[in-house]
């Protein structure tokens, strides 16, 4: 793991944290002819590419009663944090709901109209592991939005789909569920098939073939956000617990080879102590060599001369995830501008908020907080203006409307207000 104390390494190993999210030509080239190809063929691609990557040639929809009885498989403590996970979550994204709303001036009416998207495409990874809980991340923000249709894509490796990932499909009463992944599935949300109708946006992250399918298909359907690998960031002084910034590194490393850890202090006997912990703990973890790969490749430790230069490293940077563990954190608070989801205190640790704490683990990555938001429910609403002008409204205006589309250039505009002058 890298010690960064001047700001050309800095530079450097911000440069190294921006390419893992780019996807190589190849990679791009070959996406491009997955969805041409589904595109084209539909249904036939599918089953082509999920035969080749997958290795099974089962029905590409998951009947639900498979999902039932797989589901009964998972223990009553998983189903419990489920639950418990779920009601939490439900009850946050609640408050992101929005309004309608109009006012008016005279006989002019305006506002905006708030209506829910109609369908919806949900990708939920199971590739190297499973996780049930992107399901429920993932699919109810759209619930509580009012999306009439959400259709569940999930890779199944030798045609298995996992227990778990079952049990909250069936937990949130998802009925439309496919076995496939990848960019051929992206495709298939994107474009439609015999089987799989068109969705209006895609959400849900994935390994770089789903992230670059979603970055070309983008403008055929919306999208949430490209995701890239996971990354934390923790910002601590000489007052934080070595042990706690450690196993937080680590929680992150574990995800795989490309995901992020980094420190930034202001203590270097603090740096010292995170180090040798890492050391420590590494030894009891049983995804230790993902987590020594991505520690040695995207790990750092950045030491800092004060915590307001610290907060300027994580603008730079807009971490995914951001925990800060200092004696003044209501201090600190403003000055963070770029973070995708900000932990305050050693309580807070970044795995409460990926399971049960309400706000959503669905994040932007590499760089992409400084423009992307949270998922939420905002993503499955879109927004209609409503403009109502009666005739008085029409005098006040039009006058205006005149001169500026006559300095346009655009003589229909402004003859659509002089003939109803003249009436």
């Not at 949270?374 to 879109?382: A, E, H, I, Q, S």
Request: aromatic share 6%; glycine share 6%.
């Amino acid at each position: 793991m890298l010690i960064i104390k001047e700001k050309t390494e800095l530079q450097r190993f911000i440069k190294r944290l921006r390419k893992r999210s780019t996807s190589e030509p190849v990679i791009e080239e070959n996406v491009k002819k997955i969805l041409n190809e589904v595109r084209k063929a539909g249904d036939k691609a599918l089953i082509k590419y999920t035969k080749l990557f997958d290795r099974h040639s089962l029905p590409l929809k998951i009947d639900t009663e498979e999902i039932k009885e797989k589901a009964k498989e998972v223990s009553k403590e998983v189903l419990d944090a489920l639950k418990f996970a779920a009601q939490r979550i439900r009850k946050f994204h609640k408050r992101q709901l929005e309004s309608s709303w109009q006012y008016k001036e005279g006989d002019i009416t305006l506002g905006q109209i708030i209506r829910p998207l109609h369908r919806i495409g949900a990708y939920v990874p199971g590739g190297k592991a499973s996780y049930p809980s992107t399901v429920l991340m993932n699919i109810i923000p759209a619930q509580v939005a009012g999306v009439a249709e959400i259709a569940v894509c999930v890779p199944t490796p030798q045609g298995e789909i996992n227990p778990t990932v079952c049990a909250a499909l069936e937990l949130l009463d998802i009925k439309e569920v496919y076995r496939i992944g990848g960019a051929q599935a992206i495709g298939a949300l994107a474009y439609g098939t015999e089987t799989i109708k068109k969705v209006d946006k895609i959400v849900g992250p994935g390994n770089i073939y789903v992230a670059t399918a979603k970055k070309l298909v983008f403008g055929e359907v919306d999208i949430d956000m490209i995701a890239g690998p996971s990354e934390i960031m923790i910002v601590a002084d000489s007052s934080a617990n070595p042990a706690f910034i450690a196993s937080d590194m680590l929680s992150q490393a574990e995800h795989d080879e490309m995901a992020s850890s980094i420190l930034v202090t202001t203590s270097e006997k603090l740096a010292d102590e995170v180090k040798k912990e890492i050391s420590k703990q590494l030894k009891t973890l049983p995804k230790a060599e993902i987590a020594k790969k991505s520690l040695k490749n995207f790990g750092a430790i950045l030491l800092v001369k004060s915590l307001e230069e610290a907060t300027e490293v994580v603008n730079e940077i807009a971490p995914e995830h951001l925990e800060i563990m200092t004696e003044n954190l209501d201090e600190l608070l403003p000055m963070l501008k770029n973070a995708g989801a900000i932990f305050l205190g050693q309580w807070s640790t970044e795995p409460i908020g990926d399971y049960v704490a309400g706000p959503n683990h669905t994040l932007p990555t590499s760089g992409t907080a400084r423009f992307f938001s949270p998922l939420g429910v905002y993503d499955f609403l879109k927004r209609s203006s409503l403009i109502k002008v009666g005739k008085e409204g029409f005098s006040r205006l039009s006058s205006y409307v005149d001169v500026l589309a006559t300095f346009e250039g655009l003589q229909a505009h402004a003859n659509t207000v002089r003939i109803r002058r003249i009436t």
